[in-house]
Structures are given as structure tokens and as C-alpha cells.
């Protein structure tokens, strides 16, 4: 059964860091694209970041510049690096396989909140 298990979150001001870590288990990251998304109360769930098998990355608009997606398919782990965090950044963060098993409300998550 697959399996992934964010962590990480925590409560933090404005211009804070967080490191996100995601393990999954019953399925590699090897050879998957990974992803994380994000939900906010009240909004629809958000793709931030992609990391695809081939090591490129993808982000959204309102997160580049300041977070960094890695992977580690030694450890079949997926972080996110988030620096200068804003409030609108609270949220509950996901990691997924893109296309596959993950994303917002598959898992319990990780809660990040950014007070101003």
C-alpha cells in the first residue's frame, strides 16, 4: 500500500524558513515525477512545486524564488525548501507522485502557518 507522510510544518513569522520532508513507502520516487500542492481554508488546492524524474523543477508563480524542491531516491524522499514565507502561504502542504497517489487531502498532511 502506498504510503506518504508529510512533515515539517509549524507555526513561523513572516520572512521565516521551513524545510518540508516527505517519505513514501509501498511505491520509489525513482523514476516518478514529485510534487507538492497546497490548501488554504476555503480555497482550492494549489500545485506549488514539481520535480520530475530527470531532475527538472517547476514552480508556481507566487512560491519561485523562494522555495526549493529536492529528491532523494536513496532515502525515496521528497522535501521543499520555503524561505521568506508570507502569510498567504499558510496552508496545509502535500507531497504527491504527480499523476499517482498524493495531493491535498490523500494524506493528513503538514500544517504551515506565517503570522505577519
Known amino acids: 500500500v502506498a504510503q506518504l507522510a508529510e512533515s515539517g510544518g509549524g507555526s513561523v513569522q513572516a520572512g521565516g524558513s521551513l524545510r518540508l520532508s516527505c517519505p513514501g513507502s509501498?511505491?520509489?520516487?525513482?523514476?516518478?515525477?514529485m510534487g507538492w500542492y497546497r490548501q488554504a481554508p476555503g480555497n482550492e488546492c494549489e500545485l506549488v512545486s514539481t520535480?520530475?524524474?530527470?531532475?527538472?523543477?517547476y514552480y508556481s508563480d507566487s512560491v519561485k524564488g523562494r522555495f526549493t524542491v529536492s529528491q532523494d531516491n536513496a532515502k525515496n524522499m521528497v522535501y521543499l525548501e520555503m524561505n521568506s514565507l508570507k502569510p498567504e502561504d499558510t496552508a496545509v502542504y502535500y507531497c504527491?507522485?504527480?499523476?499517482?497517489?498524493?495531493?491535498?487531502?490523500w494524506s493528513q498532511g503538514t500544517e504551515v502557518t506565517v503570522s505577519s
Open positions: 520535480i520530475s524524474s530527470d531532475g527538472s523543477t
Open positions: 504527491a507522485a504527480v499523476g499517482g497517489v498524493g495531493g491535498c487531502a
Open positions: 509501498g511505491f520509489t520516487f525513482d523514476g516518478s515525477d
